[in-house]
Nanobody, 127 residues
Framework: QVALVESGGGLVQAGGSLRLSCAAA????????MGWFRQASGKEREVVAT???????TYADSVKGRFTISRDNANNAVYLQMNALKPEDTAVYYC?????????????????????WGQGTQVIVSS
């Protein structure tokens, strides 16, 4: 079992920045592929960014060039730096983990591939 806790959400004006953090208590994240997902009110959960064990990253087209996912295995944490935020980025953001047996396993974009989830952190971008 991997317990994930997100933090860093909040209210920000359009064009502003936020940095989300995801921490795993008492467990190293180095063997896991990690993902950030989001779910806006009335919409389905969607992938935002993923990072593999080997630090390969993927991004949703809607956030490319604005968001950056990174990981700090020494501190068992994953981050999502969000710049140039838009009102359409408003959502609950979730961190997710998936055990990756192979170091070079490609990241997965489907939410169903991730068995471990945090409770989510709300991001609201005002116009």
């Amino acid at each position: 079992q991997v317990a994930l806790v997100e933090s860093g959400g909040g209210l920000v004006q359009a064009g502003g920045s936020l940095r989300l953090s995801c921490a795993a208590a008492g467990r190293t994240l180095s063997p896991y592929s990690m993902g950030w997902f989001r779910q806006a009110s009335g919409k389905e959960r969607e992938v935002v960014a993923t990072i593999s064990r080997s630090d390969t990253t993927t991004y949703a087209d809607s956030v490319k060039g604005r968001f950056t996912i990174s990981r700090d295995n020494a501190n068992n944490a994953v981050y999502l730096q969000m710049n140039a935020l838009k009102p359409e980025d408003t959502a609950v953001y979730y961190c997710a983990a998936r055990y990756a047996a192979a170091h070079y396993s490609p990241p997965r974009k489907e939410a169903s591939a991730y068995p471990y989830w945090g409770q989510g952190t709300q991001v609201i971008v005002s116009s």
